[in-house]
Structures are given as structure tokens and as C-alpha cells.
């Protein structure tokens, strides 16, 4: 069982250009997150993903920033017209539904985008 | 403060002593998790207590819950090399959002 899987793992883009992330979660685990994580932080959340819904996004920027988990394929957080302080490491989580409550959750590589 | 602060933010130790580092929250609480994130790559969940639960064991690993004061703590015994990492509590508030927040970490350097 493959783990969270996050591509690409570096990305650079000149500012105004357009950043993709993916995100590939768990086999079976139908809920995605992405976080933000600034050098010597903490992870800041940003949104928070079900197949072909968005349950909580209250951690995304309004403008910019959005965040799709279709029915098929990976979860793709897309960042337009990147500026230097989008500069950092998107993470991308993933868990199981839980009747027990939320559980622990299953973290992917990271993507490091460096805006120029 | 923010929901989920750790302290020390920087903890250094000889091989084999003891490391405790403590989160501190201030909502309601579902549960209470403690990652551990290596330089430059993602977490690795370590243990998770419930709200109901006061203590709980995993390996050398020795966690805590205290909801009255709203504060746990991560006990690392016989600390080795490999445990040097920093360390993240994350708390799942009992709000109905399911939100998980993360604490500004603790990082640890283990001494050989």
C-alpha cells in the first residue's frame, strides 16, 4: 500500500506564473488536507477536501488559492499568480473516515515551492 | 497564543536521558496527537489520546492529557540520535469542524 504521494516534490516558478500541487492520498482514505509550513513553523492548515467536495477551506487565502478533490485522480492545490511569499512547503494529508472519531493522519513528502 | 504551543521550542540532550516537551491548547478538545517531522520531509504520527484518556504508552513513548489545564506533555525516554526531529502536537477540536491544528513544535537534538 503505497503511501501519500506528492508531486512535484520542488517546484520554481517566476512570480505571476501558476503553481500546481498533487496529491495523491492512502488507498482508501477519502479525506485530503493541505497545510502550509514555513521554515522553523508550524503547519498552518489550509483546506480541508472529501471526494468532489470542499469541507472546510477557512485556512485558504480567498484570492488565488483552490483546491479540487475530484471523483478521479488526485487532489490538486493550485496557486495563481505566485508571489515570494507563497515560498514554502505544501504538505498534503490524508485519513480514513473514523466512526471513532478523527484520527491520525498520514502525511505526504511535501512540495517545495520557491517563487523567484 | 495560538491553539497548540509547545514548549521548550529547542531541547538539547545527552544519549539516553529522558526529553519531555509540552503542548498547551485553549478549545475543546477531540483528541490530541504528537507528530514528529525529520529535517525537510513530512510527519510521521507518533500517538494519539483521546480526550477521555489520561495516559498512554507506545514504546518508549509516554504521553499525557491533562483537559483541566489544557496541556499535554510527550515523554521520550532513553532517548537515541534518531529521535533528534521536531515534534508537533496536533489537536482535532470538538467543534464539529474536524480541523486538525498544529502546535509551533519542539526541536529536539539528541547528542551522541
Known amino acids: 500500500n503505497a503511501g501519500v504521494m506528492q508531486n512535484p516534490r520542488h517546484l520554481v516558478r517566476r512570480r505571476g506564473q501558476e503553481a500546481r500541487l498533487r496529491c495523491s492520498p492512502m488507498?482508501?482514505?477519502?479525506?485530503v488536507y493541505w497545510y502550509r509550513q514555513l521554515p522553523e513553523e508550524g503547519l498552518k492548515f489550509m483546506v480541508y477536501?472529501?471526494?468532489?467536495?470542499?469541507?472546510?477551506e477557512s485556512g485558504m487565502p480567498k484570492e488565488r488559492f483552490s483546491a479540487e478533490f475530484p471523483k478521479e485522480g488526485p487532489s490538486i492545490l493550485r496557486i495563481q499568480q505566485v508571489v515570494r511569499g507563497d515560498s514554502a512547503a505544501y504538505f498534503c494529508?490524508?485519513?480514513?473516515?473514523?466512526?471513532?472519531?478523527?484520527?491520525?493522519?498520514?502525511f505526504g513528502p511535501g512540495t517545495r515551492l520557491t517563487v523567484t | 497564543s495560538q491553539q497548540g504551543e509547545e514548549d521548550p521550542q529547542a531541547l538539547s540532550i545527552q544519549e539516553g536521558e529522558n526529553a519531555t516537551m509540552n503542548c498547551s491548547y485553549k478549545?475543546?478538545?477531540?483528541?490530541l496527537q504528537w507528530y514528529r517531522q525529520n529535517s525537510g520531509r513530512g510527519l510521521v504520527h507518533l500517538i494519539l489520546?483521546?480526550?477521555?484518556?489520561r495516559e498512554k504508552h507506545s514504546g518508549r513513548l509516554r504521553v499525557t492529557l491533562d483537559t483541566s489545564k489544557k496541556s499535554s506533555s510527550l515523554l521520550i525516554t532513553a532517548s537515541r540520535a534518531a529521535d533528534t526531529a521536531s515534534y508537533f502536537c496536533?489537536?482535532?477540536?470538538?467543534?464539529?469542524?474536524?480541523?486538525?491544528?498544529f502546535g509551533t513544535g519542539t526541536r529536539l537534538k539528541v547528542l551522541a
Open positions: 489520546i483521546r480526550s477521555n484518556e
Open positions: 488507498k482508501g482514505h477519502s479525506h
Open positions: 494529508a490524508s485519513s480514513p473516515p473514523s466512526r471513532t472519531g478523527w484520527d491520525e493522519q498520514y
Open positions: 477536501l472529501q471526494k468532489e467536495n470542499i469541507i472546510d
Open positions: 478549545t475543546s478538545i477531540n483528541n
Open positions: 496536533a489537536t482535532v477540536l470538538d467543534s464539529g469542524t474536524y480541523k486538525y491544528i
